[in-house]
């Protein structure tokens, strides 16, 4: 079995931090890639970043130069440190790792931008 478990979400206002963590059960090593995704109430899941073989980074538009993946081999953890926050990034951020066809995600951890 895997588990992913999420911390780190909460309240912020605009143009503030948050660093989420996800904390993985097993070694990271055996994912082929792992992400983050987010979903706002009444749209649909979206990729905001990933992170292929622990070196390649792909980012959403909205997000790219704010948001950055990174892993913690050693502690078995992905980051997503997000910077300069806007309230258009308000929304339950999950975690997701992949090993073929198989997909495991964490439960998710609420993100709520406002002043």
């Known amino acids: 079995q895997v588990q992913l478990v999420e911390s780190g979400g909460g309240l912020v206002q605009p143009g503030g931090s948050l660093r989420l963590s996800c904390a993985a059960s097993?070694?990271?090593?055996?994912?082929?890639?792992m992400g983050w995704y987010r979903q706002a109430p009444g749209k649909q899941r979206e990729l905001v970043a990933s992170?292929?073989?622990?070196?390649?980074?792909n980012y959403a538009d909205s997000v790219a130069g704010r948001f950055t993946i990174s892993r913690d081999t050693g502690k078995n953890t992905l980051y997503l440190q997000m910077n300069g926050l806007k309230p258009e990034d308000t929304a339950v951020y999950y975690c997701?790792?992949?090993?073929?066809?198989?997909?495991?995600w964490g439960q998710g951890t609420q993100v709520t931008v406002s002043s």
């Open positions: 097993v070694s990271v090593f055996q994912f082929n890639v």
């Open positions: 997701n790792a992949k090993k073929y066809f198989n997909d495991f």
């Open positions: 992170l292929t073989s622990g070196v390649s980074t």
